[in-house]
């Protein structure tokens, strides 16, 4: 079973940054190897639904990101380590949310792959 732990969370004022962090574990048992995997970034706002806001292939060769997010977000993965980041700048009110990551679908960019999902890592930003 596919494991996800995502941190790095934290409070940070407007245009400030942060880097959260994503380890993944168990992806042997799923079938999939983490490194043959796209992962991805997703987002629940308060009182909102979770949200898709980036996605990175198995290699690095291709990242995609939301439109609320382009340009200020970074992903990043280290295979070695079964780690996906997720770099913040920029960071505005709106970012506020509860920050998770997932595998990817192979069948859709945007879609998580498993049911199941981490704790997540809480970000506030402060106007």
């Known amino acids: 079973q596919v494991q996800l732990e995502e941190s790095g969370g934290g409070l940070v004022q407007t245009g400030g940054s942060l880097r959260l962090s994503c380890r993944s574990s168990?992806?042997?048992?799923?079938?999939?190897?983490?490194?043959?995997?796209?992962m991805g970034w997703f987002r629940q706002p308060p009182g909102k639904e979770r949200e898709w806001i980036a996605t990175?292939?198995?290699?690095?060769?291709?990242?995609f990101y939301a439109d609320s997010v382009k340009g200020r977000f970074t992903i990043s993965r280290d295979n070695a380590q079964n780690r996906v980041d997720l770099q913040m700048n920029s960071l505005k009110p709106e970012d506020t949310a509860v920050y998770y990551c997932n595998a990817i679908a192979p069948w859709n960019t945007r879609t998580p792959l498993f049911d199941s999902w981490g704790q997540g890592t809480h970000v506030t930003v402060s106007s």
């Open positions: 990175i292939s198995g290699g690095s060769l291709h990242k």
């Open positions: 168990g992806h042997t048992s799923s079938g999939r190897a983490f490194e043959n995997t796209s």
